[in-house]
């Protein structure tokens, strides 16, 4: 089995090092490269997914990824900036469904900006699209207006679209998503306004025949907003495309207050996958040894479970974050009075003490 | 002044009844014409937005829009569907600037799903460009994909597109609302991934040029639904597309935990406008006399203000609507222990004599 792990900029280098350490600690040998990406690898060679790094990747049987970007990099063309390169590995390596869990771990109830009420025990699962939508459809550019009130005048444009097929694989994923967990799924879209989640709804409903166990409902974007703030518990798994899920999934993670808790599993058909972190690359705390490496570690445990079958070993990890929680260990951005304040390498090092 | 009263369906006719009576009271005579719209319509004239109901719409210095939607439509096919009827206003009378300010009165700050810290005194206005980007963006339908992976299979699609006059004229709208605020303005965009927006964060920048006395961010969706959950009260003004304006709006509204108390206005270019509840028909509650009817009796209260310049009538009703609130009268949806519980219609009565 061959893990590639990309570390990235920002706090990515120091919370992998935390994740490559529990991965020592397991017992077991892994063979591993290390290879740079974003700003880092444009940096040493003038591209944020050099040839070098993508090959690494598409070798590997699944990739640990830190994270991208860096105020140092925002000037740049965008074909050049950091983000690039996630955008570049999902594509390239058909990374179609994306997995982002929402989980309050009950010891961190307090982190929350929302009432303990609402969130206490909250634990929903946005499966997202992550390789068509608006992100990647073509047509898109500048272009003088061809038609419409302000033809002839500067525009730009980009083209929003989903076919059949992509939409028949995520919808079947997170079907058995639904099924392992409380075989409930609301599938969000936009059919009222938009051609291609009008399309969507219909065939996500046509692939619900295949799971009649599973209860099925739709829900519109704008409201699915507004409900994942007033009663997020109402949540089990949802489905919905790249763009909504990018703005839904940001949402719903934040509403647990510890964003620096929650990992991410991106998988291509096969389960073979990227695992990163929910959050940014931070560059204001970069360097510090202060930032919060859990959610790099529990990247590291869903590869072991999700790409490489090995169920036992992600279990120990996730038992040992939990522990270190209750041991009332938290880096700063999850802090508060009664409990003890530790370093991004206190951290790392109390999970592998307690595995 | 010639106002359009377009009530609607849904709870729309019953919160509509209480504004009109608040309108009666305040001891001046308005020329007013009632006219069908959304489903209403169609039940009547075969369209949720027939050519006279259009007319009056018009011909209007503004309208006073109730709420469209209800469950019996839901299976017409889509150009028939009474949201339809709100996009065509948007549309044909050039609507382009939606406001949406999410208020938290003090008296409802338990209704949020919120910590108190994080919300009391919450006041952001969202800027909404209303008559553009994939709302309307033409080509859109459905067709065999002509190029990409899944080339030849069946896929829908919409057009994403901004041009720059209509980027600069929202711009200055928002620019405008900031400097009669706290002159901090966030501009909301996907500028990394998206060629639209990184247009959009250009030309707002240019238009920033003309207001350096507000301060201007740029913030990318996924953050701001983040830190919209997160820290809400960081915002003042917010500008951005329709559709994630569609979604930001109603997040900001829900942290308040009292859509039900929301009003917005849409303008055009000469301040006549359309205004209309932040919340939806509610069929569920129709005819039970259960709504609060505050959001209509405030969108009221907002069109005399903005359209109709009788800022002295548009104070005295939210004067008198904080009072009905201070009274303690509350309907259902923002009901607590310790306040009375009210009816639609006794609400609407206490609004007319607190005035
Ligand atoms: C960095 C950016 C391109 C990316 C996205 O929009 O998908 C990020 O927000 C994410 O969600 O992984
Ligand atoms: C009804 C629907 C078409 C509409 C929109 O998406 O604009 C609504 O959600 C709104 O925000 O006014």
New binding site residues.
Partial sequence: MKIAILPGDGIGPEIMNQAVKVMNALGEKFETETVPVGGAAYAEQGHPLPESTLKVAKEADAILFGA??DFKYDTLERSLR???A??GL?KHLGLFA?FRPAILYPELAGASSLKPEIVSGLDIMIV?E?TGDI?FGQPRGMREAPDGPFKGAREGFDTMRYSEPEIRRIAHVAFQAAQKRSKRLTSVDKANVLETFQFWRDVVTDVHKEYKDVKLDHMYVDNAAMQLVRAPKEFDVVVTG?MF??IL??AAAMLTGSIGMLP?ASLDANNKGLY?P?H?SAPDIAGKDIANPLAQILSLAMMLRYSLGKTEQADRIETAVKAVLKQGLRTVDIYEAGTTKVSTTQMGDAVVKAL
Wanted: glycine share 14%; hydrophobic share 20%; charged share 30%.
């Fill in positions: 991208v970007g950091p983000e690039q996630i955008l999902r994306n997202r992550l992100y790249n899920g990018d999934s940001d991410s990163e929910s940014g």
